[in-house]
């Protein structure tokens, strides 16, 4: 039984994780929101659950005596809540995603060498799976074009999805892609050194990613669709639990947790 503080957890990652994590068995100890989020002093069982752990909006007393702290929320709320998570030593799986490359560097280097940690744009198994495959596409000849199409709910803030982005620097780094376009208008035929990626946000669809590979006579394409988060959520705990037992203060990818690497 691990012991957790959730961040976000009246978002929609938040109450799925606390949903999977108490189904298996693990005790939510600490769970946090946004300071003017009208669900802080309201306890988890105000949302459900079999739990009197009240929402908080200070971080450093939530965190207590967690052995892990599990964020799924912004990336302004990252910046400040994950060095504060690492100066308290506590083991982080982030799922948060929207970070600028600056972004992206910063909370990095604040979580490396200090604390074991997950960081990963897709906890699902399918899409963990569908980056490997990416590594292999080299196979192709270089006149099959590559693309990639991401459709997520109309309230997801960032496109294209960090999961879209992460296959897409794959692909880039496979392929010699320098560039990605996100749509043509117009007169706009594409050029070798183009990957598109696409976005579409349409109604409540959890996750949809389209990987395209296209040469001059066939097609193959690989799409993966999360059905609902609960699959974001499980892999999240699943992570946890897997990240409870490493020691070694470093950044983990879902990859490692899976075996895949
Ligand atoms: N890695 C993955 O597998 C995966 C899967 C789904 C979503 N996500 C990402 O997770 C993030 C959250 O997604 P969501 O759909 O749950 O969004 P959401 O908007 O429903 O939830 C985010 C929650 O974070 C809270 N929050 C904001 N600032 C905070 C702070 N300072 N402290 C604590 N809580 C704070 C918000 O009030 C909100 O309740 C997004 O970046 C999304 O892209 C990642």
């Known amino acids: 039984m691990l012991k957790l503080c959730v961040a976000g957890a009246t978002g929609r990652m938040g109450q799925a994780i606390i949903a999977e994590a108490t189904t298996k068995g693990h005790q939510i100890t600490g769970a946090t929101e946004a300071p003017n989020n009208p669900a802080v002093g309201k306890s ?12 908080s909006a200070d971080i450093k007393k939530a965190m207590g005596d967690a052995d892990v702290f599990i964020s799924f929320t912004t990336p302004a709320a990252d910046l400040i809540n994950i060095p504060i998570a690492t100066s308290f030593g506590k083991r982080i799986i982030l799922g948060t995603t ?5 972004q992206n560097k910063q909370i990095i280097a604040t979580m490396s060498d200090k604390v074991p940690a997950v960081f ?13 495959l990416a590594e292999q596409l080299n196979a192709f000849p270089q006149n099959y074009d590559f693309s990639i199409n991401e459709i997520h709910h109309i309230d997801k803030k960032d496109a294209p999805s960090g999961t879209a982005k992460k296959l ?35 109604g409540g669809i959890a996750g949809i990613h389209d990987l395209i590979v296209a040469g001059p006579n066939e097609m193959l394409r690989i799409e993966h669709t ?8 499980q892999g999240a705990v699943y992570a946890a639990e897997w990240l409870s037992h490493q020691a070694t203060p470093k950044i983990y990818s879902m990859a490692d947790v899976l075996g895949l690497n």
């Open 120 to 132: 990963s744009p897709n906890y699902s198994i399918g899409v963990n799976i569908l980056f490997k």
């Open 44 to 55: 988890l069982r105000d949302f459900g659950f079999n739990s009197d752990i009240k929402i």
């Open 168 to 202: 897409s620097e794959i692909i880039s780094s496979v392929r010699g892609y320098t560039k990605t376009i996100s749509g043509r208008e117009g007169i706009s035929p594409r050029q070798p050194q183009e990957l598109e990626v696409t976005t579409f946000r349409a």
């Open 98 to 102: 929207g970070f600028t490359a600056e």
């Open 226 to 233: 999360a059905f609902n988060r609960n699959v974001f959520a």
